[in-house]
């Protein structure tokens, strides 16, 4: 029985053993400038991380890569990887890479008809982050589950940035996607995909769902040369979004218009409520020579609610400013969806407009520039005339 039991306690101890080299075994490889990425793929094991340097400046590996088993591809540093032939995706990642992380690279090359930057060719649970995706035909091609794209430049692609068919439970966020020729994001038959923070502008059509469904957020959808969005036969929410204007442009029919903001032609789209730009201060008379905050906002949305702990579009978009008096610095970038500029009022008293300016919208505000004040009690005329009212 003692031995029995010793034999058990044997057992035990060893698979706790087992587990715990497994867990620690995962190792780093180093790729220079002169290696091959393809070669320390196939070298390295499950849960690797592979590292890709530069040459202390740039650097640009020739290669279509495959990769086959979960790892972690990275660069801390500015490496391009461009396929030496077009007609083949530059990195695919097939359903032996589950779970792979792809991070921080310039990825480009691939222009045959088809063919992506990045394909996830049956592969699910994978991050692509922080990649510049550039002059493809297609950026980004996924075919598989719950991967997440997040943070990258998805730009110059010849037909699309992203396209997302035959799968579910894939997030989109935080990506800048623009200047792609025919569409931003590209949806078919595909389920509970949500994208959220992204700004997608300069394609011909933004986002195209094709017998889908989605939760579209926080999204900045402009300069679109026909739609912002077009959505047949899916059941798309795309409320909070901004559209470039306060008073975007929704069309219903099956009957295709020249443009528009929203475009359904089959299927459904929830557009209502979405994000107004505003501008406000939290003084209505400044004295001259002075300087002020002026606050720019898109955390409000068309019903006046403050979306701000729901969520906020992508940080960093330029909001321009005007005004008829005095100076205003400009541009401004947003952060969670609000920006604060300085406005120096002028050495004349008067009525002056300022203007903030983002995409096809203009929203303003008007204030006195009151005309006496006094530099040692800080106070105006009009504080001056109330209080000798009061007496």
């Given at each position: 029985?003692?031995?029995?039991?010793?034999?058990?306690?044997?057992?035990?101890?060893?698979?706790?053993?087992?587990v715990?080299?497994?867990?620690?075994?995962?190792?780093?490889?180093?790729?220079?400038?002169?290696d091959?990425?393809?070669?320390?793929?196939?070298?390295?094991?499950?849960?690797?991380?592979?590292?890709?340097?530069?040459?202390?400046?740039?650097?640009?590996?020739?290669?279509?890569?495959?990769?086959?088993?979960?790892?972690?591809l990275?660069?801390?540093?500015?490496?391009?990887?461009?396929?030496?032939?077009?007609?083949?995706?530059?990195?695919i990642?097939?359903?032996?890479?589950?779970?792979?992380?792809i991070?921080?690279?310039?990825?480009?090359?691939?222009?045959?008809?088809?063919?992506?930057?990045?394909?996830?060719?049956?592969?699910?649970?994978?991050?692509?982050?922080?990649n510049?995706?550039?002059?493809?035909?297609?950026?980004?091609?996924?075919?598989?589950?719950?991967?997440?794209?997040?943070?990258?430049?998805?730009?110059?692609?010849?037909?699309?940035?992203?396209?997302?068919?035959?799968?579910?439970?894939?997030?989109?966020?935080?990506?800048?996607?623009?200047?792609?020729?025919?569409?931003?994001?590209?949806?078919g038959?595909?389920?509970?995909?949500t994208?959220?923070?992204?700004?997608?502008?300069?394609?011909?059509y933004?986002?195209?769902?094709?017998?889908?469904?989605?939760?579209?957020?926080?999204?900045?959808?402009?300069?679109?040369?026909?739609f912002?969005?077009?959505?047949?036969?899916?059941?798309i929410?795309?409320?909070n979004n901004?559209?470039?204007?306060?008073?975007?442009?929704?069309?219903?029919?099956?009957?295709?218009p020249?443009?528009?903001?929203i475009?359904?032609?089959?299927?459904?789209v929830?557009?209502?409520?979405?994000?107004?730009?505003?501008?406000?201060?939290?003084?209505?008379?400044?004295?001259?020579?002075v300087?002020?905050?002026?606050?720019?906002?898109?955390?409000?949305?068309?019903?006046?609610?403050?979306?701000?702990?729901?969520?906020?579009?992508?940080?960093?978009?330029?909001?321009?400013?005007?005004?008829?008096?005095?100076?205003?610095?400009?541009?401004?970038?947003?952060?969670?969806?609000k920006?604060?500029t300085?406005?120096?009022?002028?050495?004349?008293?008067?009525?002056?407009?300022?203007?903030?300016?983002?995409?096809?919208?203009?929203?303003?505000?008007?204030?006195k520039?009151?005309?006496?004040?006094?530099?040692?009690?800080?106070?105006?005329?009009?504080?001056?005339?109330?209080?000798?009212?009061?007496?």
């Amino acid at each position: 029985m003692g031995c029995i039991k010793r034999i058990s306690l044997f057992i035990i101890f060893f698979t706790i053993i087992t587990v715990f080299i497994g867990a620690v075994s995962a190792n780093n490889w180093t790729v220079n400038p002169g290696d091959s990425i393809q070669s320390t793929i196939n070298s390295a094991s499950v849960n690797d991380t592979i590292t890709v340097n530069d040459n202390d400046s740039n650097y640009t590996y020739t290669e279509n890569l495959i990769i086959n088993k979960t790892l972690t591809l990275k660069t801390t540093g500015n490496v391009t990887i461009i396929t030496p032939n077009s007609s083949i995706s530059t990195i695919i990642i097939n359903s032996g890479g589950n779970g792979s992380t792809i991070q921080g690279f310039i990825i480009k090359g691939a222009t045959g008809t088809g063919k992506s930057g990045i394909c996830l060719d049956g592969a699910s649970n994978c991050i692509i982050r922080t990649n510049t995706i550039t002059d493809n035909y297609i950026g980004i091609n996924i075919f598989s589950n719950n991967n997440t794209i997040e943070f990258n430049n998805i730009t110059n692609n010849s037909w699309m940035g992203i396209n997302l068919s035959y799968l579910t439970n894939n997030l989109v966020q935080n990506n800048s996607i623009y200047n792609n020729t025919w569409y931003g994001i590209h949806l078919g038959e595909s389920n509970n995909i949500t994208i959220i923070s992204n700004s997608i502008s300069y394609s011909v059509y933004g986002i195209n769902p094709q017998i889908s469904n989605a939760n579209i957020y926080f999204n900045r959808i402009v300069q679109c040369s026909k739609f912002g969005l077009v959505n047949q036969d899916s059941t798309i929410n795309a409320t909070n979004n901004w559209w470039g204007t306060n008073d975007p442009y929704y069309v219903n029919s099956p009957n295709w218009p020249a443009t528009a903001d929203i475009y359904v032609e089959s299927g459904s789209v929830i557009s209502n409520p979405h994000l107004n730009l505003m501008i406000s201060t939290s003084y209505e008379n400044i004295p001259r020579n002075v300087s002020r905050n002026v606050t720019a906002d898109l955390t409000r949305n068309s019903e006046n609610i403050d979306t701000s702990l729901s969520g906020n579009i992508i940080d960093n978009i330029p909001i321009n400013f005007s005004t008829t008096l005095g100076t205003i610095t400009t541009p401004s970038f947003t952060e969670n969806g609000k920006t604060v500029t300085n406005f120096n009022s002028s050495t004349i008293s008067g009525l002056v407009t300022i203007y903030a300016i983002l995409d096809k919208q203009t929203v303003s505000k008007t204030l006195k520039i009151i005309g006496i004040y006094n530099n040692r009690t800080l106070m105006g005329y009009l504080v001056f005339k109330r209080l000798l009212m009061m007496h």
